[in-house]
């Protein structure tokens, strides 16, 4: 087993299997060095964040027929009426993420594909990620376990609920659009933790929003419009 330990916390994180890494014509490394090109001209700059997504084997995250687009910085449809987000909303919503420091717990909701939980798990120490499908939720871990991505924890769950048993958390990244922030999310805030979240009602007036809890409250602010499927309460 290899093991990264850069990282502040001095915890190790599990390395994705090298083998796993490689890929031919439109899944191989040069086409994810030119998508790592894409980003920089788009304004990504985190050397993890970016070393990240090269690393990580983003067609292994798409349904088979469409593997030959994964390295577009495009949404692209999974099963279930989800979408795979876009690259550059996943690493704009890591990068905020990282802007006071490398977190060591973040929550996220919304595992769908698992392709967000997994560039987490290549950047911090632990990630929890709840998904309300089943159905999506088995082939994430799937998906996990061939990468021995062993640092993600996942489970199914309504999103809406957090994960109140493992808070507070240091960071929460979701990637559903409530209409407006659940306060059961908020209240599993660290004190300086830092929440990345599209709100708004439906897809053409959503707007990413970053959110930090301070010893006096919350502190919010916009980043740019999105467009994210709708968040939906309950489990199926």
């Known amino acids: 087993m290899v093991y990264i330990s850069r990282?502040?916390?001095?915890?190790?994180?599990?390395?994705?299997?090298?083998?796993?890494?490689?890929?031919?014509?439109?899944?191989?490394?040069?086409?994810?060095?030119?998508?790592?090109?894409?980003?920089?001209?788009?304004?990504?700059?985190?050397?993890?964040?970016?070393?990240?997504?090269?690393?990580?084997?983003?067609?292994?995250?798409?349904?088979?027929?469409?593997?030959?687009?994964?390295?577009?910085?495009?949404?692209?449809p999974i099963s279930n009426g989800q979408t795979i987000s876009q690259p550059y909303i996943v690493a704009r919503m890591t990068e905020v993420l990282l802007e006071d420091g490398i977190p060591d717990k973040v929550l996220e909701i919304g595992t769908g594909s698992g392709y967000q939980a997994a560039i987490l798990a290549a950047i911090v120490p632990r990630v929890f990620s709840v998904e309300r499908i089943r159905a999506l939720l088995v082939q994430a871990k799937q998906r996990f376990r061939q990468l021995k991505l062993n640092n993600i924890m996942a489970k199914h769950s309504d999103g809406s609920w957090g994960w109140s048993q493992s808070a507070p958390f240091d960071a929460i990244i979701v990637t559903a659009a409530p209409e407006v922030v659940p306060q059961e999310l908020l209240d599993q805030l660290a004190e300086g933790g830092r929440m990345v979240i599209p709100v708004g009602k439906g897809r053409d007036i959503q707007e990413l929003q970053y959110i930090k809890r301070t010893p006096e409250g919350f502190e919010t602010r916009t980043l740019e419009a999105v467009s994210f499927v709708p968040f939906c309460a309950g489990k199926v």
Do not use: C, W
Not at 40 to 53: S, T
């Open 7 to 76: 990282f502040q916390t001095g915890q190790p994180v599990m390395a994705i299997n090298p083998m796993l890494k490689q890929g031919v014509g439109m899944t191989s490394q040069r086409t994810r060095d030119r998508l790592v090109e894409r980003l920089k001209e788009k304004g990504i700059r985190h050397p993890e964040v970016l070393r990240a997504i090269r690393e990580t084997p983003r067609h292994l995250f798409v349904d088979e027929a469409l593997s030959h687009r994964a390295y577009e910085d495009d949404a692209l």
